[in-house]
């Protein structure tokens, strides 16, 4: 089921239909609130491969709850699409783009496939468009705590020590979903008679410019990230082990567990992104604690 309402800047909701019908005085270009509404009733029936990474209960509240999102907060993912579509409108009839395959288990659509790179005509290429935050876990950078030997001498820290903070590039690389991801893309188009020699991702950084990615350790717009090869048998069992989870949740009608400590981004989606919390007792923790953070935070400045 996709999202039916809309909330308001105000947090008031709205079935989309009302809003792009005839909202008096809109939050945003009608053109935008169209493409924003379209974004989210993509008419799959089928599970994705991306909805198959996620949580099987986000992706079973999604396909059997109605729900609202804030429009606002489907714009990143806007900006996602249009990326894809510069890139399919330039791939001058010599690169594949943006075909959906499928199997029995789920569909995908991956976004390049050919001479992306260099002379190699087997490459796939997968478009992100994302955070400093995610680019900085994806390519393993991390901030250490320097003890600089000195101590404070006056304010509300005298007498503790002085720490600095330095990045290191060598850390664990967050990129198992991308990755995931990608292969399958990959599993799909080699059994569709297609070669793939090599994967990547190329992603774009939202916040590029910021200093909040320059202290992330981000200094450039755009990375090329090499993606890794999973193995089919592997990638198969995940899949299938997951998309009988989420239908014999529907079929039955019972809500999943919660989604584990990596599909919830230890919680964070749970608190800000997951478009089926509203739906899910889990998450409604979360938000009952915003709301009431926000409330006292409220009666504090009032
Ligand atoms: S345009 Fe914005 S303010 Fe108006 S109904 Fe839609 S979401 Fe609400
Ligand atoms: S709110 Fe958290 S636990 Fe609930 S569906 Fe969303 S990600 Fe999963």
Redo the contacts with the bound molecule.
């Keep these: 089921m996709p999202a039916t309402k809309f909330i308001c800047p105000n947090g008031e909701r709205i079935r989309i239909v009302e809003c792009l019908r005839s909202c008096p005085k809109r939050c945003m270009f009608l053109p935008t609130l169209r493409a924003i509404a379209k974004s989210l009733d993509r008419q799959i029936s089928e599970p994705t491969v991306t909805e198959l990474i ?2 099987v ?2 992706t ?3 396909k059997t709850s109605a729900y609202a999102v804030e429009p606002a907060s489907v714009l990143y993912a806007l900006q996602g699409q249009a990326i894809h579509s510069i890139n399919e409108l330039n791939t001058q009839g010599e690169i594949l783009s943006e075909e959906r395959l499928k199997d029995d288990i789920t569909s995908g659509q991956f976004d390049l496939y050919g001479k992306i790179l260099d002379t190699d005509e087997e490459v796939l290429g997968d478009l992100k468009v994302t955070s400093s935050f995610r680019l900085m876990r994806a390519l393993g950078i991390y901030k250490v705590k320097i003890d600089t030997g000195e101590i404070y001498k006056s304010g509300l820290k005298k007498g503790q020590p002085k720490f600095r903070t330095e990045l290191r590039c060598d850390g664990v690389r967050d990129l198992l979903d991308w990755s995931i991801q990608l292969n399958y893309y990959r599993m799909l188009l080699e059994r569709a008679g297609f070669k793939i020699s090599r994967m990547y991702i190329q992603a774009i950084c939202r916040d590029a410019s910021l200093r909040i990615a320059t202290e992330r350790g981000i200094d450039k717009p755009v990375y090329i990230i090499p993606i890794n090869k999973i193995s089919d048998r592997w990638l198969t069992r995940y899949f299938q082990h997951k998309a009988k989870l989420l239908s014999k949740a529907i079929e039955s009608k019972t809500l999943p567990p ?2 584990s400590f990596r ?3 230890g ?1 964070r ?3 800000d ?5 509203e ?6 923790r ?1 938000l009952s604690k915003k709301e009431a953070m926000n409330v006292k935070e409220f009666s504090l400045s009032a």
């Design positions: 996620a949580g209960r986000e079973y509240l999604k919660i989604c599909e919830r981004w919680n989606k749970c608190l992104y997951c478009a089926a919390r739906n899910c007792p889990y998450g409604q979360f």
